[in-house]
Nanobody, 122 residues
């Protein structure tokens, strides 16, 4: 199972960015995919997760209404659309496959690929 996050960068507060999580080596459609992040000097925190059928589980209340997760199994890719970004969203974002369904954070989030840095300037 390999997952690669990409799409990060520097964005102004209030702006938007779309991250991609590309899967390889396994059938994406059989797995839930979740995003988590780690800000400098802080613990990892779960953000949200999308199940095989498209049901979304939010781990972070502050992203509700701002972050949208979607999946395209045919392209082996999960997307994280982040809008109305805030400086506190600054972090390295990672994607992971916690299992066949979205678990309670952080259960199942024990392996992940390279993350992508999102920096939100004020």
């Amino acid at each position: 199972v390999q997952l690669q996050a990409s799409g990060g960068g520097l964005v102004q507060a209030g702006g938007q960015v779309r991250l991609s999580c590309e899967a390889s080596g396994f059938a994406l459609g059989y797995y839930a995919i979740g995003w988590f992040r780690q800000a400098p000097g802080k613990e990892r925190e779960g953000v949200l997760c999308i199940g095989r059928g498209g049901v979304v589980t939010y781990y972070k209340d502050s992203v509700k209404g701002r972050f949208t997760i979607s999946r395209d199994n045919a392209k082996y890719t999960v997307y994280l659309e982040m809008n109305s970004l805030k400086p506190e969203d600054t972090a390295v974002y990672y994607c992971a496959a916690p299992g066949s369904s979205c678990p309670r954070w952080p259960k199942g989030f024990h392996s992940w690929g390279q993350g992508t840095l999102v920096t939100v300037s004020s």
